[in-house]
């Protein structure tokens, strides 16, 4: 389907409310210190949540990255387990945009311009994409797609083709809870050649328009890694 000048125009599934009755510690890149800056972990280091003042503890072991956690619950119900692949994203933004209190909640990334970038790399139920929408209004989703395009396994799953300005996509087995997205939405699909172009890159895909049929299809443009930081830096879209 060619793109038009409403893409995202079908109506949202619903589904009940995930309860969230005490969250795990989940790790965090900064922490606050005696003086209120933002510290990173370091052995033996001491530093309070920036969103809730409780302490946090540095876990700094040889294998996973070094990081903060809650000695008690996380208070933020909306944080997950962080990946490599979280942490690499956020990385390429300045060390004041990530992970900035709002409200109860911390941001990913909040650029200078005050829009929320969220990486989300597990399952997220339709409540909590309204909910998160609702609650940031000025934001974009990136969700994490390698293992449905670059890995071998995955091929299958999401195939695009060159429609000339855009490419079109058919997704064997969606994620139904992404139809419910309302904020500009990327499909993260990894390091690959681009199918015209050639350019080895980052590649995302921005959803132009998905359609709410399995296997689904729809419409987006790719966008290099590179081009996704310049422009949400700048807060255009």
């Not at 990081?67 to 692949?85: F, G, L, Y």
């Not at 409540?127 to 998160?132: G, H, L, M, N, P």
């Not at 997205?181 to 328009?209: E, Q």
Request: proline content about 6%; glycine content about 6%.
């Amino acid at each position: 389907e060619s793109p038009d000048e409403h893409p995202r125009t079908e109506a949202r599934p619903k589904s009940a409310r995930d309860t969230h009755l005490g969250c795990p510690s989940r790790r965090m890149m900064y922490g606050k210190n005696a003086a209120g800056d933002r510290v990173e972990a370091s052995p033996g280091a001491v530093a309070s949540c920036p969103s809730c003042s409780t302490e946090l503890r540095p876990k700094c072991g040889e294998i996973i990255t070094w990081h903060w956690a809650h000695v008690a619950n996380d208070c933020d119900p909306w944080s997950e387990p962080e990946t490599n692949w979280h942490r690499s994203w956020k990385a390429f933004f300045p060390p004041a945009t990530r992970e900035v209190v709002v409200g109860c909640h911390r941001a990913d990334v909040k650029t200078h311009s005050g829009q929320v970038i969220e990486f989300q790399h597990s399952n997220i139920s339709t409540a909590d994409i309204e909910e998160r929408e609702q609650f940031y209004r000025w934001m974009v989703w990136v969700f994490d797609a390698n293992s449905l395009y670059t890995n071998n396994s995955g091929r299958d799953q999401l195939l695009l083709r060159d429609r000339g300005d855009f490419f079109s996509f058919r997704w064997k087995h969606p994620r139904k809870t992404i139809w419910a997205c309302t904020a500009p939405t990327y499909l993260d699909l990894g390091l690959f050649s681009h199918p015209t172009t050639n350019v080895y890159d980052l590649w995302l895909l921005k959803i132009g328009k998905i359609h709410h049929d399995i296997p689904c299809g729809g419409w987006g443009v790719l966008v290099s890694h590179r081009d996704f930081v310049l422009t949400r830096s700048g807060g255009e879209d």
